[in-house]
């Protein structure tokens, strides 16, 4: 079952733009995390927001979370041709081991 | 470096042959994890090693099975490969329980 699941599937910004997603999950939390794959390649860790944290940057990036609402976003600013990839939010089950559980991911396409 | 190492990015097997994927790392890492990556379905979790010897199911462990005999390598199964199993494998590591997955680069396996 999906713990996370990103909005929107899918988005098509110009170079220069600011990139959104956001991420809603089901039950509670200790982190949420961001994840970043490239077209056929194995996923890699962006960045970690821990449950008493209510926003965190990280370069280019910004993650907030809300917990009263379950949902996380992430803002990529002053976007990149390179940036373009599949963002995936995940978060630890605190139910079942803290299985790693990952929503289906958003496509960013950033056209140069 | 961190590294996760999967024994090979692609893979075409035969209806009814065992396959077996490998997943090394290298970071003395508890957590093992094994997922299939389908278009428009996100990472599925199919098996979880919380420790040497120990396992737990995911959320589609159907035909699949795994073993995890020494720290470092993680190997899932097939036992009678089907054509329904064409997908994306990939394999993530990390400790302790709260912290970001490291990902190996995926095995991308084809069943005919």
């Known amino acids: 079952s999906q713990q996370g699941e990103e909005d929107p599937q899918a988005l098509s910004i110009q170079e220069g733009e600011n990139a959104t997603m956001n991420c809603s999950y089901k039950t509670s939390i200790n982190n949420l995390q961001w994840y970043r794959q490239n077209s056929g390649r194995g996923l890699v860790h962006l960045i970690l927001?821990?449950?008493?944290?209510r926003e965190k940057h990280s370069g280019r990036l910004r993650v907030t979370l809300d917990t009263s609402k379950k949902s996380s976003s992430l803002l990529i600013t002053a976007s990149r041709a390179a940036d373009t990839a599949s963002y995936f939010c995940?978060?630890?089950?605190?139910?079942?081991?803290?299985?790693?559980?990952f929503g289906s991911g958003t496509r960013l396409l950033v056209r140069p | 470096d961190v590294k996760v190492t999967q024994s090979s990015r692609y893979l075409v097997k035969r209806t009814g042959e065992k396959v077996f994927l490998e997943c090394v790392q290298d970071?003395?890492?508890?957590?093992m994890f094994w997922y299939r990556q389908d278009p428009g379905l996100g990472l599925r979790l199919i098996y979880f090693s919380y420790d040497v010897k120990m396992k737990e199911k995911g959320d589609i462990p159907e035909g699949y099975s795994v073993s995890r005999e020494k720290k470092e390598r993680f190997s899932l199964i097939l036992e009678s490969a089907s054509t329904n199993q064409t997908s994306m494998y990939l394999c993530a590591s990390r400790s302790p329980v709260d912290t970001e997955a490291f990902f190996g680069q995926g095995t991308r396996l084809t069943v005919v």
């Open positions: 927001i821990r449950s008493n944290e």
């Open positions: 995940a978060t630890p089950r605190m139910d079942s081991s803290y299985k790693l559980i």
């Open positions: 970071m003395d890492h508890e957590n």
